[in-house]
């Protein structure tokens, strides 16, 4: 019989392999996912942005498209929706309380009569002098 147990030593034991392959798709993954969440956010805020309203041009639109067929209600929306502007310099200020002081006549009676020219004169302007 032969005997088998013959001495290698030139056979070397089977060694562990350090794998960071998944580590590495972990990584990349977890990466693209960021920018992907930080994209669509910045897409998200830039939608919203445009499609906000924007009271200061509401608030113009309705003051050009005013009906002075009564008085009295446009006296009150001018006062209302004119506020708005007032607050943008001393000038917008003094503007305001001006066409204020003269749209009282208007407001707290019952029957008014139309509101005279000057006073329309004094809308238009502070009208032209309200910006967007």
């Given at each position: 019989?032969?005997?088998f147990?013959i001495?290698?030593?030139d ?12 580590y590495?798709f972990l ?7 960021i ?5 669509a956010?910045l ?15 509401e ?16 006296a ?5 929706y004119?506020?708005t502007?007032?607050?943008?310099s001393?000038?917008?200020?003094e503007?305001?309380?001006n066409l204020t002081?003269?749209l009282?006549?208007?407001?707290y009676?019952k029957?008014?009569e ?5 006073t ?13």
């Open positions: 019989m032969q005997n147990d001495p290698l030593h056979i070397k034991p089977i060694v562990d392999v350090q794998e960071y392959s998944f590495y990584g990349v993954s977890s990466f693209v996912l920018l992907a969440c930080g994209t956010y897409i998200y805020k830039r939608i919203k942005r445009k499609n906000a309203l924007n009271i200061r041009k608030h113009k639109n309705i003051l050009n498209a005013l009906d002075f067929d009564v008085p009295k209600n446009a009150y929306a001018i006062t209302h004119g506020l502007f007032a607050s943008d001393p000038r917008h200020v503007m305001y309380k002081s003269r009282e006549a208007y407001k009676k029957e008014v139309n509101i005279d020219k000057e329309l004169g004094y809308f238009e302007l502070y009208k032209e002098m309200c910006d967007v």
